[in-house]
């Protein structure tokens, strides 16, 4: 028999035992290559994290030494201008330091400058900045004139004008302001409505259309501007366009009284009485202390002759309204309505001397004219 004919278990060799020593080292390759770039992230991670902790307390520690290097050269020259009070180089310098901080004080040592000093148009329209900021406009009109005197070409000093003069009430130089700064560039939305609002105030309310248009050409979707064109349509006589603009507000925002009340105003125009009382009511709902909508439904209530009823909502009103030649003349008619004789005419009385009172009033014209000769002459 042959011994070698069947070979040993133990010398056979087993099936695939090479190829999953090499898959087995793979893994493991693998496995420390991947833990090797996930430490190496985590301490270039840690590094960075690191660096910036300590840029961030280098930036905080220069903040610091800025910030009390200023506060030094503050008491500074606040010691300095105890000793030397008119020196105006100093008051521009404490000026600057101090602007964001003390505006008032910055705004009495900005007015130490003249115009002798070099930056002395700085000065001026950093006093402009801080009194419109601190709404003090008699000191920010001064310093806008000069500027505007000075760059006639800078729109933005003739828009600040413009609407410092426009919340005066002195409309005619207001509107010569904001045209001024149109034709210069400012071309924006806001600029037209601004000529749009001086022009209503100033009871221009034909020329209104010219402005909201410009506007809406330029924001087709802007609420106050549709608003505006409802009402100088109205107020023209075109309510077919009032009626379109303020149904489109109305529509953006429901709850708005002053569409409502012009959709009443609007029905009233059209003899249609109980429409207008509808929108009249939905106004006061949207917003009961609505002065005009109170007194718009007064107004429909007496054309219905409901005197009590109208006598009954304008009465409570007075003491704040008794200046109101509309109001006055209102509720006069209606104390006629239900027999109140003398009131009503007291009430009459009342309205002949708010109408005399309107008449003795200067214009807005008038006013500037009168304040030019008057006021004295300012650098």
């Given at each position: 028999?042959?011994?070698?004919?069947?070979?040993?278990?133990?010398?056979?060799?087993?099936?695939?035992?090479?190829?999953?020593?090499?898959?087995?080292?793979?893994?493991?390759?693998?496995?420390?290559?991947?833990g090797?770039?996930?430490?190496?992230?985590?301490?270039?991670?840690?590094?960075?994290?690191?660096?910036?902790?300590?840029q961030?307390?280098?930036?905080?520690?220069?903040?610091?030494?800025?910030?009390?290097?200023?506060k030094?050269?503050?008491k500074?020259?606040?010691a300095?201008l105890?000793?030397?009070?008119?020196?105006?180089?100093?008051?521009?310098?404490?000026?600057?330091?101090?602007?964001?901080?003390?505006?008032?004080?910055?705004?009495?040592?900005?007015?130490?400058?003249?115009?002798?000093?070099?930056?002395y148009?700085?000065?001026?329209?950093a006093?402009?900045?801080?009194?419109?900021?601190?709404?003090?406009?008699?000191?920010?009109?001064?310093?806008?004139?000069?500027l505007?005197?000075?760059?006639?070409?800078?729109?933005?000093?003739h828009?600040?004008?413009a609407?410092?003069?426009?919340?005066?009430?002195?409309?005619?130089r207001?509107?010569?302001?904001?045209?001024?700064?149109?034709?210069?560039?400012?071309?924006?939305?806001?600029?037209?409505l601004?000529?749009?609002?001086?022009?209503?105030?100033a009871?221009r309310?034909?020329?209104?259309?010219?402005?909201?248009?410009?506007?809406?050409?330029?924001?087709?979707d802007?609420?106050?501007?549709?608003?505006?064109?409802?009402?100088?349509?109205?107020?023209?006589?075109d309510?077919?366009?009032?009626?379109?603009?303020a149904?489109?507000c109305?529509?953006?925002?429901?709850?708005?009284?002053?569409?409502?009340?012009?959709?009443?105003?609007?029905?009233?125009?059209?003899?249609?009485?109980a429409?207008?009382?509808?929108?009249?009511?939905?106004?006061?709902q949207a917003?009961?202390?609505?002065?005009?909508s109170?007194?718009?439904?007064?107004?429909?209530?007496?054309?219905?002759?409901?005197?009590?009823?109208?006598?009954?909502?304008?009465?409570?009103?007075?003491?704040?309204?008794?200046?109101?030649?509309?109001?006055?003349?209102?509720?006069?008619r209606?104390?006629?309505?239900?027999?109140?004789?003398e009131?009503?005419?007291?009430?009459?009385?009342q309205?002949?001397?708010?109408i005399?009172?309107?008449?003795?009033?200067?214009s807005?014209?008038?006013?500037?004219?009168?304040?030019?000769?008057?006021?004295?002459?300012?650098?």
């Amino acid at each position: 028999m042959n011994m070698n004919s069947q070979p040993e278990s133990e010398n056979l060799s087993k099936p695939f035992s090479k190829p999953e020593k090499r898959f087995s080292f793979s893994i493991g390759l693998i496995v420390a290559v991947v833990g090797l770039l996930a430490l190496l992230i985590y301490y270039f991670s840690d590094q960075s994290e690191v660096a910036t902790l300590k840029q961030s307390e280098q930036t905080e520690e220069h903040q610091e030494a800025a910030a009390q290097a200023e506060k030094a050269r503050r008491k500074e020259l606040i010691a300095y201008l105890q000793q030397h009070p008119d020196d105006e180089f100093a008051h521009f310098q404490l000026g600057q330091l101090i602007q964001d901080r003390a505006p008032f004080q910055a705004l009495e040592n900005y007015s130490h400058v003249t115009s002798r000093h070099p930056r002395y148009y700085e000065a001026v329209e950093a006093i402009a900045e801080i009194a419109r900021e601190q709404d003090l406009p008699d000191k920010a009109k001064p310093a806008l004139l000069i500027l505007v005197r000075k760059y006639p070409e800078e729109r933005r000093f003739h828009e600040q004008l413009a609407r410092l003069f426009f919340n005066a009430g002195k409309y005619d130089r207001a509107l010569k302001y904001a045209n001024r700064s149109i034709e210069l560039g400012a071309n924006q939305a806001a600029n037209y409505l601004l000529v749009a609002n001086i022009l209503r105030q100033a009871g221009r309310t034909s020329e209104m259309v010219g402005p909201l248009k410009e506007v809406l050409f330029l924001e087709p979707d802007l609420y106050e501007a549709h608003l505006n064109l409802a009402y100088a349509a109205l107020y023209t006589g075109d309510l077919k366009t009032a009626e379109r603009e303020a149904s489109w507000c109305l529509e953006q925002r429901p709850d708005s009284s002053t569409a409502l009340r012009y959709l009443a105003i609007i029905d009233r125009n059209q003899g249609k009485v109980a429409a207008a009382l509808s929108h009249v009511e939905q106004a006061l709902q949207a917003d009961p202390q609505d002065f005009e909508s109170l007194l718009l439904k007064a107004d429909l209530l007496i054309y219905q002759r409901s005197g009590q009823q109208a006598y009954d909502l304008l009465k409570p009103l007075y003491s704040a309204h008794q200046t109101d030649r509309r109001f006055v003349s209102a509720l006069a008619r209606a104390a006629g309505l239900i027999g109140k004789r003398e009131e009503a005419l007291q009430l009459q009385r009342q309205n002949q001397s708010l109408i005399k009172e309107d008449d003795l009033k200067p214009s807005s014209l008038q006013s500037e004219s009168i304040e030019k000769t008057q006021s004295p002459s300012k650098r």
